[in-house]
């Protein structure tokens, strides 16, 4: 089975502070991707990497980072965390071997900004 | 650009009753058709996923769905609900060279399953 695995479920941080949301596959997958899920709006896509090194942004990168040193492993920063980015956090990968593919995403992560 | 719109954001069916979830998506070509479904504190898994062919999709958990160009639709149905369905449920579009984890999401139906 695929296995999307976010590090934690739940996160409390307090405004300013810098924050790491991390994200491990283990299909060996090109792709992945981190969205944000709020009430009402969907899935909303914040960045995305083809390739180890490589992001491009999605629909909302503004306040965010990502870094992809690994090809299992893509990491979401907060720079300065703020209120409004109380959120739901997903991370999804895919295969970029053939465009037939379906995304396998990770549990979640629901940060709170305090 | 592409776009999925998913008109109703809550459908209260009981349990044993047929079920539709609707989705009308905007693409200028042939588009890769998803839906998924999320349980509560959960991520997102696959139901089915529409690419070419036969325009009747069958999927997990006795799930299906049919592709109507002339309608631009690709609602979900299932004859008979379970309570374990009650969920929320994401309708996505994607593009040709664009891979299913870059596709364009609806903003989601909540199903709620009534004894």
């Known amino acids: 089975d695929v296995k999307v695995t976010q590090s934690s479920r739940y996160l409390v941080k307090r405004t300013g502070e810098k924050v790491f949301l991390e994200c491990v596959q283990d299909m060996d997958h090109e792709n992945m991707f981190w969205y944000r899920q709020d009430p009402g709006l969907g899935l909303r896509l914040i960045y995305f990497s083809y390739d180890v090194k490589m992001k491009e942004k999605g629909d909302i990168p503004e306040g965010y980072s990502v870094s992809r040193e690994k090809k299992e492993r893509f990491s979401l920063i907060l720079e300065s965390a703020s209120t409004n980015q109380t959120s739901m956090y997903l991370c999804a990968s895919s295969s970029s071997g053939n465009v037939n593919t379906e995304a396998f995403f990770g549990q979640g992560t629901r940060l709170t900004v305090v | 650009a592409q776009s999925v719109t998913q008109p109703d954001i809550h459908i209260t069916v009981s349990e044993g009753a047929s079920l539709e979830l609707r989705c009308n998506y905007s693409?200028?070509?042939?588009?890769?058709l998803f839906w998924y479904v999320q349980s509560p504190g959960q991520g997102l898994q696959l139901l089915l996923k529409y690419f070419s062919g036969d325009t009747l999709v069958q999927g997990i958990k006795g799930f299906e769905a049919e592709f109507k160009r002339s309608q631009s639709s690709f609602n979900l149905r299932k004859p008979s609900v379970h309570w374990s369905d009650a969920a929320e449920y994401f309708c996505a579009v994607g593009a040709l060279n664009t891979n299913a984890g870059k596709s364009t999401f609806g903003d989601g139906t909540t199903l709620t399953v009534k004894p």
């Open positions: 693409y200028g070509a042939t588009p890769y």
